[in-house]
């Protein structure tokens, strides 16, 4: 097999893991069967993944390390490029939606999967808060952290929806949320006193939440427009 590319290597050996996983189960499929389905051998495979659980979530790593990256050499706004990382993440998964959603399916039938996949997802919001942190020194913490959990949250919410619901979630309804967010909890947000904390019901839509914060922010006087703009 042709491995110049590393990335779309272990794409293709993912694949034929998620592939077997969903037709066998799991458990019931072995290393072996997975090198052979992906046409290599089984020394190559253990050079690639550390065990049976990482061919799961190689896309994830593959992901992060892009979003790791974006964020290492972006000198924009730091509150925008985190909202850019999360789109170029999402435009990852759009491109294999097939192979989400499959990985999806597999997940949930294996607790220890489902463990794996909650502190997968908090490593992105842990990377957009370390980089808020890095480049933004002066800002309210809480407000670093509302920030970016508020980011992760929107985009994990849209991405279930397009691989456990099939709806034709597009990058362009996650920029729109964003950038509601991106006002609300963006604006200002070195000043101390310009926080802002709220409870919503679980399973409220994000763009419902952003909405909802808008037309009290206004209400109440605050001026939710970037600042600098």
Known sequence: MHT?????????????????FSEQGYEATTVDEIAQAAGISRRT????????????????????????????GERGDPWDSVCDAALLVFDGFSHWRDMARRRYTVVQGVPAL???EIVTVFAYERLFVEHLRRELPDAPDLQVVQFAAAVTATHNYLLRR???????????????????????????????DEVVIAVFPRG????????????????????????GT
């Not at 290597?9 to 993912?14: C, D, I, K, T």
């Not at 409220?204 to 600042?227: C, F, H, I, K, M």
């Open 4 to 20: 110049d590319d590393p990335a779309r290597f272990r794409l293709s050996v993912v694949a034929e893991a998620l592939r077997l």
């Open 45 to 72: 495979f253990f050079r690639q993944f550390r065990a049976k659980e990482d061919v799961v979530f190689a896309d994830h790593e593959i992901l992060f390390a892009r979003a790791s990256d974006f964020l290492a």
């Open 114 to 116: 489902r463990d794996r």
């Open 162 to 192: 397009m691989v456990r619901d099939g709806a034709m979630t597009t990058n362009d309804e996650l920029r729109d949320a964003l950038a509601g967010i991106r006002k609300l909890f963006g604006a200002r947000a070195t000043d101390a």
């Open 204 to 227: 409220t839509a994000p763009r419902r939440v952003a909405d909802l914060l808008q037309r009290r922010l206004n209400r109440d006087g605050v001026d939710s427009e970037p600042s």
